[in-house]
């Protein structure tokens, strides 16, 4: 059965700082992969998804996410976060054995220092 | 705003009540998935409706139903309600059946919470 990790249930960076969110994807093939973003009190929206091609996939709001098969992981990355970025994201699975049903990981809450 | 509306935002309720939860889906959106967000489970999908018809299942009690009705607005039906069962319950639609190309679009959820 197909897992996700998030291995950082909270992160705190800078304000102009890099931003990097970790996922680890158990998976025998590769499955589909999403990052979705959760602002206080909304629902959850979707930042960038990725299922075959170039492994690094642009998204909304200056995010970008990085496939490597070699380590089963779809990072999250963005050059500069801003105060506006403070929310929950979530990386999720998808996969033809589980009907493409999204699995998902616990989530990493990011906190923005000013 | 996803387009996806849910209602009512906020449920209070007591233990063994039963409770409905709507959700109607972005225009042109014929799939309707139910999620549970809870502090000790994370999210979790429940079940899966594709133009009037169950599609799949996910870790869904049996304590809990759902329906798409012929306008594809879908309700979440939760009865013996537990403590337990207090969650943020998530509707999300996309345009096809378990396509993972197709994004799926959120409503704003609604918040159970089982005194």
């Known amino acids: 059965a197909q897992s996700v990790t998030q291995p950082d249930i909270h992160i705190t960076v800078s304000e102009g700082a890099s931003l990097e969110l970790r996922c680890n994807y158990s998976?025998?093939?590769?499955?589909?992969l999403f990052w979705y973003v959760q602002s206080p009190g909304q629902g959850l929206q979707l930042l960038l998804k990725y299922f075959s091609g170039d492994t690094l996939v642009q998204g909304i709001k200056g995010f970008e996410a990085e496939f490597k098969r070699s380590q089963s992981s779809f990072n999250l990355r963005k050059p500069s976060v801003h105060w506006s970025d403070a929310a929950e994201y979530f990386c999720?699975?998808?996969?033809?054995?589980?009907?493409?049903?999204?699995?998902w990981g616990a989530g990493t809450k990011l906190i923005i220092k000013p | 705003d996803s387009g996806v509306t849910q209602t009512p935002k906020h449920l209070i309720t007591a233990t063994g009540q039963r409770v409905t939860l709507r959700c109607s889906p972005r225009s042109g959106d014929l799939s309707v998935y139910w999620y549970q967000q809870s502090l000790d489970q994370g999210l979790q999908f429940l079940i899966q409706?594709?133009?009037?018809?169950?599609?799949a299942k996910g870790n869904i009690l049996e304590r809990f139903s759902a329906q798409q009705f012929p306008d594809l607005h879908s309700e979440l039906n939760l009865s013996s309600l537990e403590l337990g069962d207090s969650a943020l319950y998530f509707c999300a639609s996309s345009i096809r059946d378990s396509n993972p190309t197709d994004t799926q679009y959120f409503g704003p959820g609604t918040r159970l919470t089982v005194l």
């Open positions: 999720a699975v998808g996969a033809m054995d589980s009907n493409y049903q999204l699995i």
């Open positions: 998976y025998g093939a590769t499955p589909y």
């Open positions: 409706y594709y133009n009037g018809e169950e599609r």
